[in-house]
């Protein structure tokens, strides 16, 4: 079982707001991930970092940002909430291995509603 | 590049009678392929992994898969469907490059199971 944690798994808010997305994994890994999930679709990549200060952007362009200033923890934040940005958030992290063999465990996904 | 197809993106089955699910692939470079299986509202749980090594790969909960390079295939296979099974299923392809951690996503099958 992984152990990986996103808070809130639900959240409702209204259009302008500033949000934070929280992922945190107890195993130590140095790879972390954020997906983008809308409903019915395939999972698209929007940022990861391989260790502490490092952040790249995904496949998937995003106004979001995020944040690596400990290993554990990899937050993402949108600063102005718009009901485009309605979706489902997936932290996933990955290491410990040779990177062929390395498996990303997923988190339990923020469902997030603009309105 | 790489990319994943899955050729069905709604599966039916009865209780008890044989799951297939089809997944072909493309890659640049060797690949390594994953199913995950993602349950309502729950995170993406890994099934089996391939990557490099036996081509039949063996999985969580009775699933495998077989991975055919002369066909770009990585199907997956269940001999006797459970209803607990009933979920969403998403093959991935990961390419076999140093540093590149990224995966890519098929657009999922939706598996039904009748009772």
């Known amino acids: 079982e992984a152990d990986i944690y996103q808070t809130p798994r639900y959240l409702v808010i209204g259009t302008g707001k500033k949000i934070t997305l929280e992922c945190s994994q107890t195993?130590?890994?140095?790879?972390m991930y954020w997906y983008q999930q809308d409903p019915g679709m395939e999972l698209h990549l929007i940022h990861y970092?391989?260790?502490?200060?490092?952040?790249e952007k995904g496949d998937l362009s995003s106004e979001s940002t995020v944040s690596r200033i400990r290993t554990e923890h990899f937050p993402l934040t949108l600063e102005s909430a718009r009901p485009s940005h309605t979706s489902q958030y997936l932290c996933?992290?990955?290491?410990?291995?040779?990177?062929?063999?390395?498996?990303?465990?997923f988190g339990p996904g923020t469902r997030l509603l603009v309105l | 590049a790489q990319s994943v197809t899955q050729l069905d993106s709604h599966v039916s089955v009865s209780e008890g009678t044989p799951v297939l699910l089809r997944c072909n692939y493309s890659?640049?470079?060797?690949?390594?392929l994953f199913w995950y299986v993602q349950h309502p509202n729950k995170g993406l749980q890994l099934l089996l992994k391939y990557t490099s090594a036996a081509t039949l790969v063996k999985g969580i909960n009775g699933f495998e898969a077989e991975f055919k390079k002369s066909e770009t295939s990585f199907h997956l296979t269940k001999p006797s469907a459970h209803m607990s099974d009933a979920a969403e299923y998403f093959c991935v392809v990961r390419a076999l490059n140093f540093g590149n951690e990224k995966l890519t996503f098929g657009t999922g099958t939706r598996l039904t199971i009748i009772p």
């Open positions: 195993m130590g890994h140095d790879k």
């Open positions: 890659s640049s470079y060797s690949p390594s």
């Open positions: 996933a992290s990955s290491g410990g291995g040779r990177y062929y063999q390395e498996t990303q465990y």
């Open positions: 970092s391989y260790g502490v200060n490092s952040t």
